[in-house]
């Protein structure tokens, strides 16, 4: 993955605006975009060409598609306007709600896993979950999520991912971090028939480092070799 | 002109054919905001609005018929979903509209890939290869045409084509790159000079007013 040093972040603006960088460049611009007023003016002159380039598309819409679509708006509720972002980056949340979404991740098991091991880990991360200082990094990509949780004073932590599905054969997952643009190698894990994968972490992310996984040989690499799966914005 | 007229003055930034998108006197922003307050009505004469742009992203993007339907589907939910967000300080409803859609089309065209690359894994690197010939030519005819009314006639040949890949089949900077036989930095350089230069061409007003 090639990560651009900062001064190479302005000239990405015309990527951004056509959705052309990968889910880690993305992120990184993204969080140099909230501070860079030259880059905000950039994004949205070249707003106003992108959709000049999208109504140049135009066209009729099947016909039949208005009413599956308004009978969907019937039954779809709206978001609430709470701040979207506000539980989402590396912010020690409430720990009961951190709790819920560790035992909401870690119930997509499946029933064909090792129960005892689940109970164990399931422990493990609900006491994690709990910990006062429990940390909690969101990781999205095109397919699959995960969530880091840990704790900085324990140095521990837990990567649970789900609807990822298993990685091909000869073929692993590997977690990373990524700080100051150097990847770090932190563990590779599988996952099951039910798309989901635990592993453990005892390496943890500095603050303005990014968190993500890439698919790997088996064994994992000592650098990535695929572009990333999944990536969390800046921690 | 006269440059008093605050409201005369936007119609007059607004490129041309953004202008058409505008019906029944009702400027969109004002619609998506009633939308974002669960207005129906107003998502309905939304739609009408939008649903030939989202549509005609998610075509040209993804290209299969049945899947663009499902993209554009999603995305105007999403537009109905995510309308409590909008904030008309923040840009206009045609910007935000069309970003969720491009985004949406982007995401389906490489999830589609990434999937391809896997059923075959042949130990090569497909994206690598050129973009393959079932593309029918009419399409690419089309999109000659669309890049022409769009302004991207104001491009040299090399920022043309560099965001033709990038927009048009979703493709990421280091794909163009791949796909165009140029350093990754070329690329970042075209797609973003393109942009300035078609900015400029929907937006000349821009230049003179401030």
């Known amino acids: ?235 | 002109m006269y440059l008093g007229d605050g409201a005369r003055l936007d119609t007059m930034r607004m490129p041309r054919r953004l202008r058409s998108v505008q019906i029944n006197d009702v400027n969109p922003e004002a619609l998506l905001v009633r939308v974002g307050q669960g207005d129906r009505q107003a998502f309905e004469a939304l739609y009408d609005t939008i649903a030939p742009v989202v549509y005609g992203v998610a075509r040209r993007v993804v290209r299969d018929p049945q899947m663009a339907e499902d993209v554009a589907q999603e995305v105007l939910l999403e537009v109905w979903r995510q309308a409590p967000r909008f904030d008309p300080a923040k840009g206009r409803a045609a910007s935000w509209i069309v970003t969720i859609a491009h985004r949406r089309a982007v995401d389906r065209v490489r999830a589609e890939q990434t999937r391809h690359n896997r059923e075959d894994r042949v130990g090569r690197d497909a994206s690598a290869e050129p973009a393959q010939s079932d593309v029918g030519n009419h399409l690419e005819e089309q999109v000659v045409r669309d890049g022409i009314a769009a302004g991207l006639s104001a491009l040299t040949d090399t920022q043309r084509e560099a965001v033709r890949l990038a927009f048009y089949e979703g493709r990421t900077h280091s794909e163009v790159a791949q796909l165009l036989g140029i350093p990754l930095g070329t690329a970042k350089t075209r797609i973003r000079d393109g942009l300035i230069r078609l900015r400029d061409a929907v937006e000349p007003m821009e230049v003179n007013l401030s």
Not at chain 1, 70 to 91: D, F, I, K, Y
Not at chain 1, 108 to 125: F, I, K, N, P
Not at chain 1, 151 to 162: E, I, K, N, Q, R
Not at chain 1, 195 to 219: F, I, K, M, N, Q
Request: proline share 7%; glycine share 8%; net charge negative.
């Open chain 1, 1 to 235: 993955m090639n990560l651009p040093n900062n001064d190479d972040l302005h000239l990405l603006a015309g990527s951004y605006a056509l959705n052309a960088l990968d889910d880690v460049e993305r992120r990184r611009f993204e969080s140099h975009l909230t501070s860079c007023t030259t880059c905000q003016d950039d994004i949205a002159g070249f707003r106003l060409a992108v959709d000049e380039l999208a109504v140049a598309t135009s066209q009729a819409p099947p016909p039949a598609m208005k009413a599956r679509v308004l009978a969907e708006v019937g039954r779809t509720r709206q978001v609430s306007t709470v701040p979207a972002r506000s539980m989402s980056v590396g912010r020690a949340l409430p720990r009961l709600a951190l709790a819920a979404a560790v035992v909401a991740a870690l119930g997509m098991g499946g029933l064909a896993a090792q129960q005892r091991e689940r109970a164990d880990r399931y422990q493990e991360a609900a006491s994690l979950a709990t910990a006062p200082d429990a940390r909690i990094v969101r990781l999205a990509g095109r397919t699959g999520a995960a969530q880091m949780i840990y704790s900085p004073t324990t140095g521990s932590g837990v990567l649970v991912a789900d609807n990822l599905a298993p990685a091909p054969s000869g073929r692993t997952y590997q977690l990373w971090i990524i700080e100051a643009g150097t990847p770090r190698p932190i563990g590779t894990f599988d996952t099951n028939s039910a798309h989901h994968g635990e592993l453990r972490v005892t390496s943890l992310p500095g603050s303005g480092s990014l968190v993500a996984v890439t698919e790997e040989p088996d064994g994992g690499s000592q650098l990535p070799t695929t572009a990333p799966l999944l990536a969390s914005d800046p921690v």
